[in-house]
């Protein structure tokens, strides 16, 4: 069953049940009310004939005064308690009920009681009657007028409840269509998605507050975010493909060129080697780039503790100037600590100094300074700088400024945008200002302290 069927069953259902409880109820409270009128009418009337009878008792014979005071509708009979009396009276329309059987009562008595489908009120009220004895004057009064009244009440509740059920069932038929509509468009613009290929947004009622309006939003961010997500795998796949034709072109160029001549010219063999084992080299460094690009930050491993970052500055200084004899030269006003996991900030330090290496022939600086609950890393050098319209892109994975700097390191445009997601795992801000032909700072913001301490 779908959705829109259920909750239109189910609404009307519902709203049926409650509307017959509540008719139920109201004829229940009305016919007790109405019952309970008659009989306490029913007992007045008969304490007063009862109280007539008895003072006209010494000067009309009985039978006379049953006659006199017996009601349209029902019977009148004077009990003695062994069970004489005269003959009961009965209206022209209820003759049926002298064959009732009589029953004297040492106390009043006043009840519904049913003969032949019919409802009838019986009073019996004590009395003492002129010779001294207790005798009963039994009054038995028919309700039909009252069940009359009942059955109307009946009919009218049930007609109310169909008639109420009209509108009911178109209201419950327009709910459920409200309810569905937005699901319905999502549900038609994800079959359009899938079959085009192409996003695409609800239309939505910005003046709309509802949570239907609000569901609707958030379904068209999360197209957004499907998009550009797939549009940034788009230009991922397309850069990553494109940066590793070079090198298998390369390797599949000097392959060939082995496999036509390299036996014969020995100078060939040893420059084709060295070739494709740079470019090995550099595909292996481009993959492993783009291996810690694809892992999402909650991925990787952190050790966060906290640390002196003037010590690791230096350690990474001195294996950097082993490793391509560059000076780093480091400054640190007193001691500067940070929280922060060591193997990836160190990471981070080399990606920056070898980027400064790369396009620089000066020293390169790291300086270190403490600033109330952050710490501060700036790395600095003299290159050929980076123009400010190129600045903000320059995190973008593959970004390549189109200047001296494109392929004078031989890069794939991806250290950068590592050392962004690095940055971003370990809690670490970026910042970076360059002057063309003066230099590049690079500035790091650590926290001093633990995020958790108070």
């Given at each position: 069953?779908?959705?829109?069927s259920?909750?239109?069953?189910?609404?009307?259902?519902?709203?049926?049940?409650?509307?017959?409880?509540?008719?139920?109820?109201?004829?229940?409270v009305?016919?007790?009310?109405?019952?309970?009128?008659?009989?306490?009418?029913?007992?007045?009337?008969?304490?007063?004939?009862?109280a007539?009878?008895?003072r006209?008792?010494?000067?009309?014979?009985?039978a006379e005064?049953?006659?006199?005071?017996?009601?349209?509708?029902?019977?009148?009979?004077?009990l003695?308690?062994g069970?004489?009396?005269?003959?009961?009276?009965?209206?022209?329309?209820?003759q049926?009920?002298s064959?009732?059987?009589?029953?004297?009562?040492?106390?009043?008595q006043?009840?519904?009681?049913?003969?032949?489908?019919?409802?009838?009120?019986?009073v019996?009220?004590p009395?003492?009657?002129?010779d001294?004895?207790?005798?009963?004057?039994?009054?038995?009064?028919?309700?039909?007028?009252?069940?009359?009244?009942?059955?109307?009440?009946?009919?009218?509740?049930?007609?109310?409840?169909?008639?109420?059920?009209?509108?009911?069932?178109l209201?419950?038929?327009?709910?459920?269509?409200?309810?569905m509509?937005?699901?319905?468009?999502?549900?038609?613009t994800?079959?359009?998605?899938?079959?085009?290929?192409?996003?695409?947004?609800?239309?939505?009622?910005?003046?709309?507050?509802?949570?239907?309006?609000?569901m609707?939003?958030?379904?068209?961010g999360?197209?957004?975010?499907?998009e550009?997500?797939?549009?940034?795998?788009?230009?991922?796949?397309?850069?990553?493909?494109?940066?590793?034709?070079?090198?298998?072109?390369?390797?599949?160029s000097?392959a060939?060129?082995?496999?036509r001549?390299?036996?014969?010219?020995?100078?060939?063999?040893?420059?084709?080697?060295?070739?494709?084992?740079s470019?090995?080299?550099?595909?292996?460094?481009l993959?492993?780039?783009?291996?810690?690009?694809?892992?999402?930050?909650?991925?990787?491993?952190?050790s966060?503790?906290?640390?002196d970052?003037?010590?690791?500055?230096?350690?990474?200084?001195?294996?950097?100037?082993?490793?391509?004899?560059?000076?780093v030269?480091?400054?640190?006003?007193?001691?500067?600590?940070?929280?922060?996991?060591?193997?990836?900030l160190?990471?981070?330090?080399?990606?920056?100094?070898?980027?400064a290496?790369?396009?620089?022939?000066?020293?390169?600086t790291?300086?270190?300074?403490?600033?109330?609950?952050?710490?501060?890393?700036?790395?600095?050098?003299?290159?050929?700088?980076?123009?400010?319209?190129?600045?903000?892109?320059?995190f973008?994975?593959?970004?390549?400024?189109?200047?001296?700097?494109?392929?004078?390191?031989?890069?794939?445009?991806?250290?950068?945008?590592?050392?962004?997601?690095?940055?971003?795992?370990?809690?670490?801000e970026?910042s970076?200002?360059?002057?063309?032909?003066?230099?590049?700072?690079?500035?790091?913001?650590?926290?001093?302290?633990?995020?958790?301490?108070?």
């Amino acid at each position: 069953m779908k959705l829109r069927s259920k909750i239109y069953l189910y609404s009307n259902v519902l709203f049926a049940v409650l509307l017959i409880i509540m008719n139920l109820f109201i004829y229940a409270v009305f016919s007790r009310l109405l019952t309970e009128n008659e009989l306490e009418q029913a007992g007045a009337e008969t304490a007063k004939i009862a109280a007539d009878m008895r003072r006209a008792a010494g000067e009309v014979p009985p039978a006379e005064l049953l006659r006199a005071y017996v009601p349209v509708e029902g019977m009148l009979r004077l009990l003695a308690e062994g069970g004489g009396g005269p003959a009961p009276v009965t209206s022209a329309s209820e003759q049926e009920l002298s064959r009732l059987k009589p029953a004297y009562h040492q106390e009043r008595q006043t009840r519904m009681l049913s003969l032949d489908g019919r409802s009838y009120a019986f009073v019996s009220v004590p009395v003492i009657w002129i010779d001294g004895t207790v005798m009963n004057v039994q009054m038995t009064k028919s309700l039909e007028s009252t069940m009359s009244t009942l059955r109307v009440l009946r009919i009218v509740l049930a007609g109310a409840t169909a008639f109420a059920l009209i509108p009911l069932l178109l209201s419950s038929r327009l709910l459920s269509g409200l309810i569905m509509r937005p699901i319905v468009l999502m549900t038609a613009t994800m079959r359009e998605i899938k079959d085009s290929g192409k996003f695409r947004r609800l239309t939505l009622q910005d003046d709309a507050k509802d949570e239907l309006v609000e569901m609707g939003h958030t379904f068209n961010g999360m197209i957004a975010l499907l998009e550009s997500n797939y549009l940034k795998q788009e230009k991922f796949v397309s850069d990553a493909s494109h940066e590793l034709r070079t090198p298998l072109t390369v390797i599949e160029s000097y392959a060939s060129l082995l496999k036509r001549r390299g036996l014969a010219h020995p100078e060939l063999f040893n420059e084709s080697v060295e070739a494709i084992h740079s470019e090995a080299v550099r595909m292996k460094e481009l993959t492993e780039q783009l291996l810690l690009l694809a892992k999402h930050q909650e991925q990787w491993v952190l050790s966060m503790k906290l640390m002196d970052l003037g010590e690791l500055a230096r350690a990474s200084a001195k294996a950097f100037y082993k490793a391509y004899g560059r000076d780093v030269l480091v400054r640190s006003q007193g001691t500067v600590q940070g929280y922060t996991d060591e193997a990836k900030l160190r990471q981070l330090l080399f990606i920056f100094l070898d980027n400064a290496r790369k396009y620089s022939d000066e020293a390169i600086t790291i300086s270190l300074e403490a600033a109330g609950r952050e710490s501060i890393i700036v790395i600095t050098d003299r290159g050929i700088g980076i123009s400010p319209d190129e600045l903000p892109r320059i995190f973008d994975r593959f970004y390549r400024v189109d200047t001296a700097r494109s392929r004078q390191g031989g890069g794939a445009g991806l250290g950068l945008s590592l050392a962004a997601e690095i940055a971003g795992a370990i809690g670490a801000e970026l910042s970076m200002d360059s002057t063309p032909g003066r230099g590049t700072s690079v500035t790091i913001r650590i926290a001093a302290e633990s995020r958790g301490r108070t």
